[in-house]
């Protein structure tokens, strides 16, 4: 009987450093019978050279002769128009393909019969998929070096430090959005020594922010029996009057804080305006605030850019920080390898790649309905 054959192909997407397996991971699919093609340097950005590959157990190949026999390609990002067009009907393509934000790509695959499974479609709330959930593995490492590019940033320390030359207060660091992303900033930010708040508006993560020694900061919330939270664990979208409120009262704390860290985000919608120029110009000189939501969609502080740092009039330094986990290329890789494989020992089955509709993690993932019979988490 034939095995399955996965590719890992290399990104094309500008500052994309990432990639879809590590040679650590390759050596767990070979033992699982799984045949792995490399395309030419797709490690090079993650310090993953193709020696390292061949050696783990995987055939480094020219892009084309990866797409020819691959019976899955993996990527991380959506693919470029060139890669798309390379794929063949029946193929299947896994990787965070971003659907909700792309939806004309997965339309166009879709018509040329590719097969494609999304890793951000997979809800938070299937226990049994959590070593598959790519988003959580890859928010982990984004709010840990937001934390860490913020205290590079911070001109002062952030610790409270006593010495021959007196004592240094500790920083005052307030996190927005206490998501997986931003329970990591909290954690390091404590690490270091800084004094945490945080906010969200699910109530709920009360306990975790509190569990992580931080202080949850009191403002308007969702009225009692509307939840913060959406369909699959995310933050829901607010209204236009609770962001309102929500922003009013958090104005005057952020003007008392030294570091912001902005994490929430709404899956292919775009994100709440957290931080406001009148909050900007409030801030005192010195101060810096890193926007984790930065992109294409906009982002959590008002003015900020994707992947672009500008220090203000009055001296508050605003990072636009939309590719984090691409500046940590190893680690983030490495997360992200073992997610697909855990997925990959999920979906292969008897030699071969099932997709079964009645099957809710592979119908999450797929953007399909699960079909009644369908297991349980």
């Known amino acids: 009987m034939p095995n399955v054959t996965v590719g890992a192909v ?12 590590v040679p650590e991971t390759v050596t767990l699919l070979v033992r699982a019978g799984i045949d792995v093609l490399v395309e030419t340097g797709a490690g090079s950005g ?17 892009p084309d002769e990866l797409y020819a026999h ?13 890669t798309a067009e390379s794929l063949r009907a029946r193929q299947l393509l896994i990787g965070l393909l971003e659907p909700l934000r792309n939806p004309a790509l997965v339309e166009r695959l879709a018509q040329r019969g590719v097969r494609t499974v999304s890793l951000d479609l997979l809800p938070r709330t299937l226990s049994r998929a959590q070593s598959m959930d790519a988003l959580t593995s890859q928010a982990n490492v984004a709010g840990y070096k937001a934390a860490v590019l913020a205290a590079d940033s911070y001109d002062r320390f952030l610790p409270m430090l006593t010495t021959a030359a007196g004592t240094m207060r500790p920083a005052q660091v307030l996190v927005l959005g206490a998501g997986v992303a ?55 979208e607010l209204t236009e009057e609770e962001q309102q409120a929500q922003r ?8 008392r804080t030294d570091v912001v860290i902005t994490t929430a985000q709404v899956p292919g919608r775009t994100p709440p305006l957290l931080v406001t120029a009148g909050a900007l110009a409030a801030m005192r000189t010195g101060s810096v605030v890193v926007d984790l939501a930065a992109g294409e969609l906009g982002g959590n502080v008002e ?15 605003v990072i636009g920080a939309g590719r984090l986990p691409s500046a940590m290329a190893t680690a983030a890789s490495t997360a992200y390898a073992r997610n697909l494989v855990a997925l990959l020992r999920h979906l292969v089955r008897d030699g071969e790649l099932v997709l079964d509709p009645a099957d809710e993690i592979t119908a999450a993932l797929t953007g399909e309905v699960p079909q009644k019979g369908g297991a349980s988490s």
């Not at 009013?248 to 003007?255: F, N």
């Not at 900020?304 to 009055?314: A, F, I, Q, R, W």
């Open 248 to 255: 009013a009262a958090l104005d005057a704390h952020i003007a």
């Open 70 to 82: 691959a019976d899955a390609v993996l990527c991380v990002g959506p693919p470029d128009v060139e």
């Open 46 to 62: 993650a310090w993953f050279a193709d020696a390292d590959y061949t050696e783990a157990g995987a055939t480094v190949v020219p």
């Open 10 to 21: 290399r990104e094309r997407a500008p500052g994309e450093r990432r990639v879809a397996l």
């Open 182 to 236: 931003g329970l990591q900033a909290i954690a390091t930010a404590r690490r270091l020594g800084a004094v945490v708040t945080a906010y969200d508006v699910r109530p709920e993560s009360r306990g975790e922010v509190e569990s992580l020694g931080a202080r949850f900061l009191d403002i308007q919330s969702p009225p009692p029996g509307e939840p913060g939270a959406a369909r699959g664990g995310y933050a829901r």
């Open 303 to 317: 003015g900020s850019e994707p992947d672009k740092t500008t220090v203000l009039d009055n001296g508050v330094t």
